[in-house]
């Protein structure tokens, strides 16, 4: 699930935390997963650190930071891992590179509406194929209902429902 998304030319460390604050400001996770770019300050080997409640081991200087300041675990993808790639190749493919993009407040809004469909209209494996519920078409199966396909992404996918 994509909780939060931002655009900027520039990514510092900085901005970073700042869109992390933003993004936790009213319900905090218990780990963020995160890759191995250089500005997160990358130790040669795990540093073992605390804060109020707990005790781990960390492997940048960012995952200090997250826990001392927010009591949430950073937790680094290993060389070679696929999550945060996967997310982004396949917001490229199904859609990014499908499109003109006009400037920044246009990759907003459609980054906006792909993060929807991701999140609820497209089929996961961890949901065992099965969007979210519509609350408009959810419940029981209607008598003679029929299957709606609802555009989604400028009509570049459709995320198909039963309705009455």
């Given at each position: 699930?994509?909780v939060?998304?931002?655009?900027?030319d520039?990514?510092?460390l900085?901005?970073?935390k700042?869109?992390?604050r933003n993004a936790?400001f009213?319900?905090q996770p218990?780990?963020?997963?995160?890759?191995n770019?250089g500005?997160?300050?990358?130790?040669?080997r795990p540093?073992?650190?605390?804060?109020?409640?707990?005790?781990?081991?960390?492997?940048?200087?960012?995952?200090?930071?997250?826990f001392?300041?927010?009591?949430?675990?950073?937790?680094?993808t290993p060389?070679?891992a696929?999550h945060?790639e996967?997310?982004?190749g396949?917001?490229?493919?199904?859609y990014?590179?499908?499109?003109?993009i006009?400037?920044e407040?246009?990759?907003?809004?459609?980054?906006?509406?792909?993060?929807n469909?991701?999140?609820h209209?497209r089929?996961?494996q961890?949901l065992?194929?099965?969007p979210d519920?519509?609350p408009?078409?959810?419940?029981?199966?209607p008598p003679?209902?029929?299957l709606?396909?609802?555009?989604?992404?400028n009509?570049?996918?459709?995320d198909?429902?039963l309705a009455a």
């Amino acid at each position: 699930m994509i909780v939060d998304f931002h655009v900027t030319d520039y990514p510092t460390l900085d901005w970073t935390k700042q869109q992390i604050r933003n993004a936790c400001f009213e319900s905090q996770p218990k780990f963020l997963l995160h890759d191995n770019d250089g500005k997160f300050g990358q130790f040669g080997r795990p540093l073992r650190v605390e804060n109020d409640r707990d005790s781990i081991s960390c492997r940048s200087a960012f995952d200090v930071w997250l826990f001392q300041e927010m009591s949430i675990r950073g937790i680094s993808t290993p060389y070679g891992a696929a999550h945060i790639e996967r997310l982004i190749g396949t917001m490229r493919r199904e859609y990014l590179d499908r499109l003109l993009i006009w400037n920044e407040a246009h990759l907003r809004c459609l980054l906006r509406e792909f993060v929807n469909w991701y999140n609820h209209g497209r089929v996961h494996q961890g949901l065992n194929g099965i969007p979210d519920p519509d609350p408009v078409l959810a419940g029981p199966k209607p008598p003679g209902g029929r299957l709606v396909a609802i555009p989604v992404l400028n009509g570049l996918h459709h995320d198909y429902r039963l309705a009455a």
